[in-house]
């Protein structure tokens, strides 16, 4: 039989600037009686990593330019928040009523470059960006689980995105450390004998996809989730170093662009 389990960790604190958000994942998983193992993965919430890291900014501070007052009368968007947008993005993608897509600095095409009011609670006008350097974050509180519990335990990093062509946000990685996060299925073959030729999998998107059915939208308050029973890919140096790169398609390849 194979099985997996997904275990929200209850009664998780109250993350501001400035938190030792590792120490206070450590403490919640303790409080919890939740000890990690190795091959675990933990899926931390974008969110609470922004807002550890200080990755917020209050729209009453933010003067827009030429360019987002021109963006934001045409999509009908405030346009302190387009501001911010662009200052998040190296090129526009998509710009009508109401919608603004574009290419985040890190590579991620999304609304809004991850620019959101929701679940910040910093003040009504205070929205939070993308963290500075997600790998970063997660190979950070990679360490503080291994240096708790003497584990290796992959660690990612996730966001609600929409989709080319799908109705609804999910999940996706946009941090991760201590797994491959793109697994090759090239060579192997099906139930029937087929060998497979072009197939990957987007394993930390799967992952991440999962841990947001506990995390939730609204108020649910459970950003952090353990998942257990999985055989995740052990990284080799190259990918480990790489972590959630793998996930963004090349431009030249994209054939959506």
Request: aromatic share 2%; hydrophobic share 45%; net charge negative.
């Amino acid at each position: 039989m194979t099985r997996a389990t997904l275990t929200a960790v209850p009664h998780f604190p109250e993350v501001g600037p400035g938190t030792d958000l590792p120490a206070v994942i450590v403490r919640a998983l303790r409080a919890a009686d939740l000890a990690p193992v190795s091959g675990d993965a933990l899926v931390v919430a974008q969110k609470i990593v922004s807002k550890a890291e200080g990755s917020v900014v209050d729209l009453t501070a933010v003067r827009p330019g030429p360019d987002a007052l021109r963006l934001a009368r045409t999509i009908d968007k405030d346009p302190r928040l387009v501001e911010v947008v662009l200052r998040e993005s190296t090129g526009v993608v998509r710009a009508q009523h109401g919608v603004l897509i574009t290419e985040h600095r890190l590579g991620f095409v999304c609304a809004n470059a991850g620019v959101d009011h929701s679940n910040v609670g910093l003040g009504p006008d205070v929205v939070s960006l993308l963290p500075r350097d997600p790998d970063a974050s997660a190979r950070a509180i990679r360490e503080a689980l291994r240096a708790a519990f003497d584990v290796s335990v992959a660690v990612l990093i996730n966001d609600s995105h929409g989709r080319p062509h799908r109705e609804g946000a999910v999940g996706v990685c946009i941090g991760a450390a201590g797994l491959s996060p793109v697994v090759s299925l090239v060579g192997r073959p099906d139930l029937y004998g087929y060998t497979m030729r072009t197939s990957t999998e987007a394993v930390a998107d799967e992952l991440a996809a999962a841990a947001t059915l506990l995390q939730g939208q609204c108020a649910e308050g459970t950003p952090v989730v353990l998942l257990h029973g999985l055989a995740l890919a052990a990284p080799d140096a190259n990918t480990e170093e790489a972590g959630a790169a793998p996930l963004r398609r090349d431009p030249a390849r994209d054939l959506f662009r």
